[in-house]
């Protein structure tokens, strides 16, 4: 098992779903920023303040329909510069 202590709270992510999604879905991820990529997909990037917002994240995503292509930690803005 890998070791997350390291991990800080709140936690970055950033998913990628299926499609284009229209700028009024911005409020079902109100945390998030949605950018539309080249490639057809929607970049959901954000913070949660625990692993239970971040279930409840996904579980927004899968009741909305959506395809989810991928799920990535992201560092706080600033840390990679460390």
Known sequence: ???TSSRQVP???QLRVDGHLPGHWSAWFSEFILTHESDGTTSL???VPDQAALHGLLTKVR???LVL???EAIEPPGKEDR
């Open 45 to 47: 990037r954000g913070f």
């Open 63 to 65: 009741d909305l329909g």
């Open 11 to 13: 936690a970055g992510y």
């Open 69 to 71: 292509i991928s799920l």
């Open 1 to 3: 098992m890998k070791d």
